[in-house]
């Protein structure tokens, strides 16, 4: 004798259901068995990204503050004439290098592009050395020119002297 059992929809319904939910839960457990080894794609390297980003502002802001300076002391720099020795002007320009090269020491920013203002420092008071140098070297030149035409003079003399004895 075969008995034939007969579900409602609602019965049929909590059955699917039922079913549903057992499949869920055995794919959830087998998933955690088998990836729990595996790093998680979604750990370290947003973190790591967002840090990055952060510090890159942080250079950017502290860029823009040092980026007046950086222009203000080149504009001295241009402007100075080591002819009219002014020692404030010499001193602004030594300061407005100093606080380029010093400009990133202070903060914790371990951004590479830091580096390169030590460089522009650097260039600028090459750049303030040559132009004293530059002066130093015309101021010689002019001497030396000065005292071969004395001496030329001098042995024009001496040889006109010589002259009016023979």
Avoid: W
């Amino acid at each position: 004798m075969q008995v034939n059992i007969t579900l409602s929809n609602k019965e049929k319904r909590h059955y699917f259901l039922y079913l549903l939910g057992m499949m869920l839960i055995t794919i959830l457990i087998v998933s955690v068995l088998t990836l729990r080894k595996f790093p998680s794609p979604f750990g370290d390297a947003d973190l790591h990204s967002v840090l990055v980003l952060e510090e890159k502002s942080k250079f950017d802001e502290a860029q823009k503050s040092i980026q007046k300076n950086i222009d203000s002391t080149f504009a001295l720099i241009e402007k100075f004439d080591p002819e009219k020795n002014d020692p404030m002007k010499e001193n602004a320009i030594d300061i407005g290098i100093s606080d380029i090269g010093n400009a990133f020491k202070i903060t914790a920013v371990t951004d590479k592009r830091q580096n390169g203002y030590a460089r522009i420092a650097n260039f600028y008071k090459m750049y303030e050395l040559d132009k004293k140098n530059m002066h130093i070297s015309t101021e010689n030149v002019d001497l030396f020119k000065k005292q071969y035409d004395n001496c030329l003079i001098n042995v024009k003399e001496r040889a006109q002297q010589r002259n009016q004895q023979q």
